[in-house]
């Protein structure tokens, strides 16, 4: 099992571009998210899915999209991004919405 | 009044040393909570599942006070490879538990 896995690892991105952050789980986990983590801040969630063409809202989601349509894949789309979102950026899953496994995660720089 | 608040530290003990963090929340009606630990640079674990009383794992215990509203995660005989920042993470009070908040973590350093 490999786990979570989360694409790419490090990226650089200049303002107003767009990208998407990538996150696959072969765990057959049910549960989603995607966090972001900021110096100084807890982790902070974007968005969340309970299922497959289930997502919901986390406590800052704009800027960020998201969709889930299958078990496995939870891509996490930046619109249009700014320096304010330079952050490292977290997947997790869980197969019961209690205890999650993190992927790696995402160092992005906005510039 | 945040939801979850920790001491940042840094705790500095020597190996062997016995060490407890505090964690407050202010979500009266949390049923579970949860000790991960994060290493400089990686991805959060997961420690420990608090539901009731309290929990011990091997060198680790998370005991839990319902009334006073805290966690708390005692380490006995600290080692080196106990470095790390620990993060207590606690239900939203609005949608239930697939929405966790994390507080910012404290930050242990085990010297030998």
């Known amino acids: 099992n490999a786990g979570v896995t989360q694409t790419p690892k490090f990226q650089v991105l200049k303002t107003g571009q767009s990208m998407t952050l990538q996150c696959a789980q072969d765990m057959n986990h049910e549960y989603m998210s995607w966090y972001r983590q900021d110096p100084g801040m807890g982790l902070r969630l974007i968005h969340y899915s309970v299922g497959a063409g289930i997502t919901d809202q986390g406590e800052v989601p704009n800027g960020y999209n998201v969709s889930r349509s299958t078990t496995e894949d939870f891509p996490l789309r930046l619109l249009s991004a700014a320096p304010s979102q330079t952050s490292v950026y977290f997947c997790a899953s869980s197969p019961t919405g209690w205890g999650y496994t993190f992927g790696s995660g995402t160092r992005l720089t906005v510039v | 009044r945040k939801e979850v608040e920790q001491d940042p530290g840094p705790f500095n003990v020597p190996e062997g040393a016995t060490v407890a963090f505090n964690c407050t929340y202010s979500n009266s009606a949390s049923q579970s909570f949860f000790w991960y630990r994060q290493d400089c640079r990686k991805e959060p674990k997961l420690l420990m599942s608090?539901?009731?009383s309290g929990n011990e794992d091997g060198r680790f215990t998370a005991q839990l006070n319902r009334a006073s509203q805290y966690i708390s995660l005692l380490i006995r005989d600290s080692k080196l490879s106990d470095s790390a920042t620990y993060l207590c993470v606690v239900p939203s009070r609005d949608t239930g538990f697939q929405k966790l908040v994390f507080g910012t973590g404290t930050r242990l350093l085990v010297s030998p």
């Open positions: 608090v539901y009731s």
